[in-house]
């Protein structure tokens, strides 16, 4: 479908462009801020890539499925930009943000319990050392999960599909950056406020190489609040924007 064929496009240039910097043109030159030194090796890429093609297959799906429903009248989705205001179409971007990043934590967690693991997660969590392309590397199961998002942000509130687009924006940008491998974030973050509330890709790159703790996406408050955040997080945080050229 035509969310598929736009799902797997945006994936493709920000994953894409994301590789050629980290991997390809600036290798070198940030290197020490390569979170696992080493690099993940050709295979590991191009399992996340085959994976990453068949997720937006399933994002196509239920994206096409829920604009049906929309044009059913069963949904708060709107067309018209003057239905709710801008001030509405700027807060819903927002708003959706935050309740996805409550979604992803729970849903995260469940599919980490033992009985769910292998069936849901466990194909992602082949990526010990992820690139860009693990953003999308999901089972089928994980990506109707992911893709769930849509469905649930267009029945809570009224959204316009332009500012559901934005939020797919700000949703890719900060996924890709996650599973970079780089930590870009100044060294000061972890001592500021901001430090308490963002996620940085320490924090998930963590996750992957230890299966426990850190399960949010773009905030840190939910694992702050449920005790889930990985012991040595801040340590391995400033060990990484502390090194030596």
Known sequence: SAIALENAV???IFAGVAWLLGYVWLRQRWAKRKIVPAYPTRADVWREVRLSLTTVLFYG???AATVWAARQGWTQLYWRFDAHGWGWFVASIG?????HDAYFYWTHRLIHHPKLFRLFHG???ESHNPSPWAAYCF????AVIQAGIFPLAVLLMPIHPGAFGLFMLWQITFNVAGHTGYEFHAKWLM???LGKFLNTPTNHIQHHESFRGNFGLYFNYWDRLMGTNHQDYAARFREVTTRSP
Do not use: A, N
Not at 95 to 99: F, Y
Not at 139 to 142: A, D, G, M, R, V
């Open 10 to 12: 945006r994936y493709t």
């Open 61 to 63: 799906l239920v994206g």
């Open 95 to 99: 708003l959706t943000i935050v309740v």
């Open 123 to 125: 194909l992602h969590h």
């Open 139 to 142: 089972s089928p199961l994980e």
């Open 191 to 193: 001592d500021s406020w």
